[in-house]
Each structure stands twice: as structure tokens, then as C-alpha cells.
């Protein structure tokens, strides 16, 4: 369709373009002033993105799209809702019970019916760059509406305390169950280690191990002590008891054998003396020989005696060598139990420290539900209250005629386009090209100038030119 042919149906509708706007406007008119007024109550709250006011530091998350997207389903929940109507008492209010008994016949719980029917009038919005949530009521009273709005944020703080505090409380109440365990695990454990302690008479496992090693060192040092005198008297008494025994540092060192071995040697020398003198067969060469025998005799027993000292002094180290081995692997075995002893002190310790621990940390957390489960505020506050408003929201008379305006003017012409369709005719030189399929000749002025005059112009040229020079332009 061509411009001219859009103008050129608009002037020949004019008259129902001018009805259906006519009456459009007067109904907007009408609707506007028969339309009961309604009068709009915003209040405002504001959530902190630091829930607690003694920690400096904020939380992010807290102000997230998504959160606060949950805040405004939890303001239009039911469960705000029936909070208003129990905070308002509107039950107990005769004309909303007749009108719940007209429309549930006295089925259901007229709490829930009553808040689906406010939560109809009730407009929730967050603010797009804050992290402000306005409430807005609908009502026809403005008392009533600005109450609402108030009663709605109010309930709405009252819940997220409950939604705070309801938590905590039965965090708390398992944290102290879980207390009462740990405090019971840690008492038994304790009284283990103490039974064990006084079973094994350990004062201090580690100190008693010092001193205990420390004798086991000793011992040690003792016994190789010991090897090593023991090693020397044994062979000093292999020496003694073989053939080189009088050629021991004791036979040798020994003043009795030592004077014997000078009356030995000067009966010798006297034996010789006398021997050259006197002969063999003489009786005091006889008698001194005899004392060098005995001599001999003399110096082979005592010999025998000191030889004799150092056997029992070698048997005597190894006795006590025997008795320093046993007194160390004894002393072994019980360093060694009392390490065993520790490790079981240690386990035991372990387990109260591991019980201390836990039980620390539940009376952490149960200290931390319980201060919570008391908190009488929430991360939201009140920012703003509603008053009752001065002007009507609905219906806005100048709003109402703009919109009757446009909405008559799209509805006219909608409908003469509609008419046009459903009965076309020749308006224009173009609407007779199209409806024809032949090119015009002229246009006649006065009323040839019309429908008729067109109509009557193109039939004449089509009877001239017949069918097939129709579409050749006349010359």
C-alpha cells in the first residue's frame, strides 16, 4: 500500500475514525471517574552487607543479585503474609470472616485465604544500585493502605530474625548434646591415663626414663670397664697357671718371695764356696744344699700362693663381670619397658589432648549458636516508613486521556482498515492500476474527477484498445 492510498482511506473513513475515538476517550473518561480511587503506601528497607555490627569487615555475597532476589520472595511469601494478618488481628474483623464464609463456604483456614487475597495489592521492588528493597500497598483507604505496607515490613524483619535465630537454636541445642558427649569421652579418657599412671606408679614417664637410661649408660660404661679388667686377670691367671708363672709382676713384685729368692741366691753362692773347699760329701755342703731344697720349696709355694691371689682375683672379675652383664640387661629391660610404658602414656595423652581438642572446639561453636540464637536483629533494617499517601496512584485522569487519545486513534484506524478490507474500492488513479492492470489515461476534472469519472475513463480505454493493446500506453 502507497502512501496515497493510506491518506486516501483515512479521509474516506474519517467519520468511523472519529466515532471509535470519540467513544474511546469518553470511556477513558467515564473509567476514570467511576473507577474507585486507589491510593499507593511505599515503605523501604535496607539490607547491610555486614550482618554483624561488631565485625568490620563485610560480605560480599550479601549483596549479590541473587540474594537480594531472595529477600523479595521472602517479603511475598506466605509465611510474611499470615504474619500481617496475625499482626493486624484480621481475623477477628466481622466483614473479611463473612467474606471468607461467602467464599470458601467455611472450608480452608481463613489465615491462608486472607494472605493470598493482601498479597494481591502488594508490590515488591529492589532497587537496581543499592541494596534498597521497597514494599508498596494498594489500597482504597490510604490509612489502610500505609498500614499494610508497615505491617508487611515489619513482618518481614520479624522473619529474618526467625530465619537467623530458628537455625542457631537448633544448632545450639546440638552443640550442647555434642558438649555433653565430648565432656563425657574427654572425663573417661583422662581417668584412663590416670589409672594407667597409677598402675604403672609414673609420676613423670620422661623423667623417670632419664634417669633410667642414664643408669643403663653407666652400667654400660661399667661392664666394659669390667671386660677389660676381666680380659687382663684372665690372662694373668692363664700365665700364673701355665709354666711362666714366676715370672708374674705379683711373684716378682712380692717382698716374701723376693727375700726368699736372696737367701736362695746367697746359699748359692755360699754352697759353692764351700763346695770347692770342702767337697760334696762334706755334712755342711750336705746341710746347706738341703736349705737351698727347702729354700726352693719356699719360694715354689709362695709363688704358687701369689699366682694363686691372682686366679681368685680373676675369678672375682669375672663374677663381677657376670653380675654387671645381668644388672645391665636388667636395667635393658627396664628401659625398655618403660619406653613401652611411655608410648603407652603417650597414646593415652594423645587421646585426652585429641578429646581436650574436640571438646574446645564444640564449646566454641556452641558458645557462638547460643550468642546467636539470641540476636534480636538481622542484616536488615527499616529505612523508610509509609504514610498515608495525599494523592490517589490510580486512576491518573491525565494518564487515562493520553492513553484513550492514542489507544482511539490506533483503535479508528485499525477498524477502517478493517472495513476497507472487508469492502474495497477506488480511491486513487493507483487503487484503478491494480484493480485493472491497465494504465490510465487521464483524469477528468470536476466529478470525473471521482470514482466515476476514473471508472468510466478506464472502461473507455480498455473498449478502445481491446484486450491485448491494453497493455500498451494509449499515444
Request: glycine share 6%; aromatic share 4%.
Amino acid at each position: 500500500m502507497t502512501f496515497t492510498q493510506f491518506l486516501s482511506i483515512l479521509r474516506a473513513r474519517w467519520r468511523l475514525i472519529a466515532y471509535v475515538f470519540g467513544g474511546v476517550l469518553a470511556l477513558a473518561i467515564v473509567l476514570s471517574l467511576v473507577l474507585p480511587k486507589q491510593y499507593t503506601a511505599v515503605a523501604s528497607v535496607v539490607v547491610d552487607s555486614k550482618p554483624d555490627p561488631f565485625t568490620a569487615m563485610g560480605y560480599p555475597s550479601l549483596v549479590t543479585p541473587a540474594f537480594m532476589a531472595t529477600q523479595v520472595d521472602i517479603i511475598q511469601s506466605e509465611r510474611v503474609a499470615q504474619k500481617v494478618v496475625r499482626m493486624l488481628r484480621l481475623t477477628e474483623l466481622p466483614a473479611i470472616r463473612e467474606q471468607w464464609q461467602e467464599a470458601t463456604q467455611g472450608q480452608g483456614n481463613i489465615e491462608a485465604w486472607l494472605a493470598g487475597n493482601i498479597q494481591k495489592n502488594m508490590d515488591v521492588k529492589p532497587s537496581k544500585e543499592s541494596n534498597v528493597i521497597s514494599v508498596a500497598y494498594k489500597a482504597q483507604d490510604p490509612q489502610f493502605a500505609a498500614a499494610m505496607a508497615n505491617a508487611f515490613v515489619k513482618a518481614y524483619l520479624a522473619t529474618s530474625v526467625e530465619l537467623k535465630v530458628d537455625p542457631a537454636r537448633q544448632y545450639s541445642s546440638f552443640f550442647d548434646t555434642r558438649a555433653k558427649e565430648a565432656r563425657e569421652a574427654l572425663e573417661a579418657a583422662q581417668a584412663k591415663l590416670s589409672a594407667f599412671q597409677n598402675e604403672k606408679g609414673i609420676v613423670n614417664s620422661d623423667e623417670r626414663l632419664d634417669v633410667e637410661t642414664a643408669r643403663l649408660n653407666e652400667l654400660s660404661s661399667q661392664l666394659v670397664a669390667m671386660q677389660a679388667l676381666s680380659a687382663e686377670s684372665n690372662s694373668r691367671n692363664a700365665q700364673a697357671t701355665g709354666t711362666a708363672g714366676d715370672r708374674l709382676p705379683e711373684v716378682l713384685n712380692s717382698p716374701i718371695v723376693g727375700g726368699l729368692r736372696s737367701d736362695l741366691s746367697r746359699q748359692e753362692a755360699r754352697l759353692q764356696e764351700l763346695n770347692a773347699r770342702l767337697g760334696d760329701r762334706h755334712p755342711q755342703v750336705i746341710e746347706l744344699r738341703a736349705n737351698i731344697e727347702e729354700l726352693r720349696t719356699k719360694i715354689a709355694e709362695e709363688s704358687r700362693r701369689v699366682a694363686g691371689g691372682v686366679g681368685v682375683t680373676s675369678t672375682i672379675n669375672t663374677q663381677r663381670e657376670a653380675k654387671l652383664r645381668a644388672e645391665l640387661d636388667a636395667q635393658r629391660q627396664k628401659v625398655l619397658h618403660l619406653k613401652q610404658v611411655r608410648d603407652d602414656v603417650a597414646v593415652l595423652q594423645r587421646d585426652v589432648e585429641h578429646n581436650q581438642r574436640a571438646y574446645d572446639l564444640i564449646l566454641q561453636r556452641l558458645n557462638q549458636s547460643s550468642l546467636e540464637s539470641q540476636a534480636t536483629q538481622s542484616n536488615v533494617n527499616e529505612l523508610s516508613t509509609a504514610v498515608p499517601p495525599l494523592t490517589p496512584s490510580s486512576p491518573i485522569l491525565l494518564l487515562n486521556l493520553v492513553l484513550g487519545v492514542v489507544g482511539g486513534l490506533l483503535l479508528g484506524v485499525l477498524l477502517a482498515f478493517a472495513r476497507e478490507l472487508a469492502d474495497r474500492r477506488a480511491r486513487c488513479v493507483d487503487d484503478l492500476q491494480e484493480g485493472l492492470g491497465i494504465p490510465v489515461l487521464g483524469v477528468l476534472p470536476g466529478h470525473a474527477s471521482g470514482k466515476s469519472g476514473r471508472l468510466a475513463v478506464a472502461a473507455a480505454q480498455k473498449r478502445l484498445l481491446g484486450g491485448g493493446a491494453a497493455q500498451q500506453p494509449a499515444k
